[in-house]
Nanobody
Framework: VQLQASGGGLVQAGDSLTLSCRDS????????VGWFRQAPGKEREFVAA????????DYADSVKGRFTISRDNARNTVYLQMNSLKPEDTGVYYC?????????????????WGRGTLVTVSS
């Protein structure tokens, strides 16, 4: 699996940012895709996930109402639109492909992981 996350950067609190995750080997076909993040000194945590057809999603409580996950299966790409960013959103964001079409927050359901992209939100 070749998952490439991109779109990270340094922004100010309140700004927006969109991350992209491109799956060059199409392993995400028929599978859910999720975003996770890891802040410095903390464990990796679930952010959002989207089902294969894009009609079902799941979000961490901390990002509900601010982040939106979507996917374009024709482009083998999953997006994470992040609005109203907060300093606590800072971290390395990873995309991952689950085994199965249903979105889940369970990290152990995700089999394939890409390299992350760093998001830094300044106050």
């Amino acid at each position: 699996v070749q998952l490439q996350a991109s779109g990270g950067g340094l922004v100010q609190a309140g700004d927006s940012l969109t991350l992209s995750c491109r799956d060059s080997r199409r392993t995400s076909s028929n599978n859910a895709v999720g975003w996770f993040r890891q802040a410095p000194g903390k464990e990796r945590e679930f952010v959002a996930a989207i089902g294969w057809r894009g009609s079902t999603t799941d979000y961490a409580d901390s990002v509900k109402g601010r982040f939106t996950i979507s996917r374009d299966n024709a482009r083998n790409t999953v997006y994470l639109q992040m609005n109203s960013l907060k300093p606590e959103d800072t971290g390395v964001y990873y995309c991952a492909v689950a085994l199965g079409p249903t979105p889940t927050a369970s990290m152990n359901r995700f089999r394939y992981w890409g390299r992350g992209t760093l998001v830094t939100v300044s106050s």
